[in-house]
């Protein structure tokens, strides 16, 4: 009985060493907070502003427009941005989508699409501030892929309180009071996957089958925006198991099997554990040939 409190004991211990150790080894992948001093040219405006993955990352957009210049001027940025209206002398802007889809058409289609590979990166979290005009679609889809946009699985839906707010604002004013926030940690194949990317996109309201506008009371229309900023992909850095570890939890088995079975035939992301982007029978004797090393 001693023995066996004992061991619980450490295991707690162990597991509270290991909590603090999650929260301390956060890494940024990607960042853009589109705070650049001329926020009317395009390329500064879509290169990432920080990550180990900056080079790697992307931001483009489908059936949608970018719109980079306000009369001159930018677009202002999230009020969660440390360069908010109150900072004295650094500007914040934000990057501005417009010419959606007209109403009734490619509901689940147009929006932004955010590439950031998690090569080496696990427990990935996904968190950035919307901005919906009066105009703009009430709802969108947040959706992320591991297959380079082959397939897309819907993670969340978001609504607007109402128009020209931003996700981020207070409640008091119509928005959340925080930034959107995409916990992926559950689905490890999104762990250590060169193709993943997630996006953002109008779609139609449930109740009515079309597209329905922010700002009650008015009507839905292609020119109404929806404004990004404080996108940000972080991971945590996986440990580096065996060869054939495809899980990342130090020990070659029957997770792992399953792994590179399930993805076979796939071009690359998880189960590629000899990164040649293709998931075949090398992986699978990668796997084989080092079965229950780490264990």
């Known amino acids: 009985m001693k023995g066996h409190t004992i061991t619980r004991a450490l295991g707690a211990l162990g597991l509270a060493a290991a909590?603090?150790?999650?929260?301390?080894?956060q890494t940024q992948l990607a960042f853009w907070d589109f705070n650049e001093s001329d926020p009317l040219n395009e390329i500064t405006m879509l290169a990432p502003d920080g990550g180990v993955f900056a080079p790697q990352s992307q931001i483009s957009i489908s059936l949608a427009q970018f719109r980079f210049d306000n009369g001159g001027t930018g677009f202002r940025g999230s009020p969660l941005d440390p360069n908010n209206a109150n900072h004295p002398t650094t500007p914040n802007w934000a990057l501005q989508t417009t010419e959606y889809p007209a109403q009734g058409q490619d509901s689940g289609l147009?929006?932004?699409?955010?590439?950031?590979?998690?090569?080496?990166?696990?427990?990935?979290?996904?968190?950035?501030?919307?901005?919906?005009s009066n105009t703009a679609s009430k709802f969108l889809a947040v959706e992320y892929t591991i297959d380079g946009g082959?397939?897309?699985?819907?993670?969340?839906?978001?609504?607007?309180?109402?128009?020209?707010?931003?996700?981020?604002?207070?409640?008091a004013n119509g928005g959340y009071n925080s930034l959107v926030e995409l916990d992926l940690s559950a689905d490890s194949a999104v762990n250590n996957n060169a193709q993943f990317a997630f996006r953002v996109v109008t779609i139609f309201d449930s109740n009515t089958g079309q597209y329905t506008a922010a700002q009650s009371g008015s009507n839905y229309a292609t020119r109404g925006t929806l404004r990004y900023d404080l996108i940000e992909v972080i991971g945590e850095a996986a440990s580096s198991g065996p060869e054939g570890d495809v899980n990342g939890d130090g020990c070659v088995d029957d997770a792992d099997l399953l792994v590179v079975l399930f993805n076979f035939g796939n071009a690359g992301g998880q189960g590629d554990v000899n990164n040649d982007n293709i998931v075949d029978d090398a992986d699978l004797l990668v796997v084989l040939f080092n079965f229950g090393a780490g264990c």
């Open 150 to 171: 082959a397939n897309w699985t819907r993670a969340r839906v978001l609504e607007a309180r109402r128009g020209d707010r931003w996700h981020g604002d207070t409640e």
């Open 19 to 25: 909590t603090v150790a999650v929260s301390l080894a």
């Open 110 to 132: 147009a929006g932004i699409v955010v590439s950031v590979p998690t090569t080496g990166y696990r427990n990935i979290v996904v968190k950035f501030d919307v901005r919906w």
